[in-house]
């Protein structure tokens, strides 16, 4: 199994409060992906990395900025927490562009605003 | 755009009998498939994917699927359901020739295995 650990695993906030969720690999995977599931809608791509300082939105990004200043290392903000937010993160790799597409999955943070 | 459809939220199976969770999907082009499992507050794991060749794949834990071009559908299949089979199954697609944005999945099917 590709390393994948994200930090923190749990996390209750107020509304309007920021909060940034880290995800750590040990892969020197290429591509890495923050996703969010919600019961009814499965997964859905929030940013995409697909290289160091190279990001790009997916389908439900608004609110959410990531960055990437190391290849091991993909950060998901939210500036101003909002209960919509409320939600499991998940972090996700893959190896390269020419590569099956294949994603390999952290543990989950889970994030409740209150 | 690339879609899925997992058209089942739940399926229930007797522990010994066959299961078949259903999944159809949308490409432009050409797809790659895979299916993951979800097991209570864990992340999703591998199962197994469809790239090319033989329409029926093998993966991990007896698991199986076909693929099928004409139906456009990838049902995944265990011809003697274990009890342990009970967790959330996602069906996922991406374009063959597909940029970076990773993979397009469904919203889940809940199965349960009944003793």
């Known amino acids: 199994d590709a390393g994948i650990t994200q930090s923190p695993r749990h996390k209750v906030t107020e509304t309007g409060t920021p909060v940034t969720l880290r995800c750590h690999q040990t892969e020197n995977h290429r591509y890495m992906y923050w996703y969010r599931q919600d019961p009814g809608h499965g997964l859905r791509l929030i940013h995409y990395s697909y290289g160091v300082k190279d990001t790009d939105k997916g389908e439900v990004s608004d609110g959410y900025s990531v960055s990437r200043s190391k290849t091991e290392d993909f950060l998901l903000t939210l500036e101003s927490a909002t209960s919509s937010q409320t939600s499991v993160y998940f972090c996700?790799?893959?190896?390269?562009?020419?590569?099956?597409?294949?994603?390999?999955f952290g543990e989950g943070s889970r994030l409740t605003v209150l | 755009a690339q879609s899925v459809a997992q058209p089942e939220d739940q399926v229930n199976v007797a522990e010994g009998n066959p299961l078949t969770v259903k999944c159809t999907y949308s490409?432009?082009?050409?797809?790659?498939l895979f299916w993951y499992v979800q097991y209570p507050n864990r992340g999703l794991q591998f199962l197994l994917k469809?790239?090319?060749?033989?329409?029926l794949v093998k993966g991990s834990y007896g698991f199986e699927a076909e693929f099928n071009k004409s139906q456009t559908s990838f049902h995944l299949k265990k011809p003697s359901a274990l009890v342990s089979d009970s967790a959330l199954y996602f069906c996922a697609v991406r374009d063959m020739w597909g940029g970076a944005d990773g993979l397009t999945f469904g919203k889940g099917t809940h199965l349960i295995i009944q003793p």
């Open positions: 996700a790799t893959s190896r390269g562009e020419w590569s099956t597409g294949e994603l390999f």
């Open positions: 469809y790239i090319t060749g033989d329409n």
């Open positions: 490409v432009s082009g050409n797809p790659y």
